[in-house]
């Protein structure tokens, strides 16, 4: 399998994180671990499903997936190919009126959100396009296309940056002092904007915190102690959540 990552053009880098193109000739089945950033994908070859409990779902070849509660497993076919479109993470909003909490934990058909006939037409011109870059500047047609005039939410584009800055640490309550604005109406625009509330976007934060360090850390313990966790049974715990597998397994095969 093999995975490409495209940097958008000056006008869509305040909305894509960045592009990719993942194409495969065999049949993989892998996971996917929560992320903070909305996924488009465009499948132009093949076609892509949701596993859960054994049982195979085939996904739409052009979809959307919203924030993700939990690890989610998926099987390609044959001779596959996709373009990833990778929204920062207030990056959605700009692009549709729907409120982004609204995929939480979902992966629904693009048409579902755009006009039918856009997508129709941005799905034959990718089956035309010999090359990947090609293949980019439709996606990026298609999404200039739809690009709307939004001011930005400056108070929740800091409290993301804070999160980030705090790998995810800092509380509910003090990220709102900070701020000065309290946490219903905070925490109302935070699940609009960026599709999940400030609580759960910190835990995932700090998820991806943990992966980072898990190679280089001395022991559960150090990575505990690291990163707030009350307790090993509670670290393990959230750790299968988001991957399925146990600290210890998942270490050995990094």
């Known amino acids: 399998m093999s995975f490409y990552k495209i940097t958008p053009t000056e006008e869509l880098k305040p909305y894509v994180n960045h592009f990719a193109i993942s194409e495969s000739l065999q049949q993989h089945t892998y996971k996917v671990f929560p992320s903070t950033k909305l996924v488009i994908g465009f499948q132009y070859k093949g076609f892509l499903n949701s596993v859960e409990n054994n049982l195979q779902n085939t996904l739409a070849t052009a979809g959307i997936t919203g924030i993700q509660n939990s690890f989610k497993t998926f099987e390609n076919t044959v001779v596959t190919g996709t373009v990833l479109v990778y929204f920062t993470e207030t990056g959605f909003t700009y692009f549709s009126s729907l409120p982004a909490h609204e995929l939480f934990n979902q992966s629904v058909s693009l048409d579902n959100i755009f006009e039918k006939n856009k997508i129709e037409e941005t799905e034959y011109k990718l089956s035309l396009a010999a090359s990947h870059t090609g293949k980019i500047k439709i996606i990026e047609q298609f999404l200039l296309s739809q690009l709307k005039e939004r001011k930005e939410d400056k108070l929740i584009v800091e409290a993301v940056k804070l999160i980030y800055q705090s790998n995810g640490l800092i509380k509910i309550k003090e990220l709102t002092q900070k701020l000065f604005i309290s946490q219903s109406p905070f925490e109302k625009r935070f699940r609009s904007l960026v599709g999940t509330t400030p609580k759960k976007f910190a835990s995932i934060v700090r998820f991806n915190a943990v992966i980072g360090d898990l190679k280089k850390a001395r022991s559960l313990t150090d990575l505990c102690f690291e990163h707030n966790f009350?307790?090993?049974?509670?670290?393990?715990?959230?750790?299968?959540?988001?991957?399925?597998?146990?600290?210890?397994?998942f270490k050995r095969l990094l």
Do not use: L, S, V
């Open 230 to 249: 009350f307790d090993q049974a509670h670290f393990i715990k959230d750790f299968k959540q988001y991957t399925g597998d146990t600290p210890e397994n």
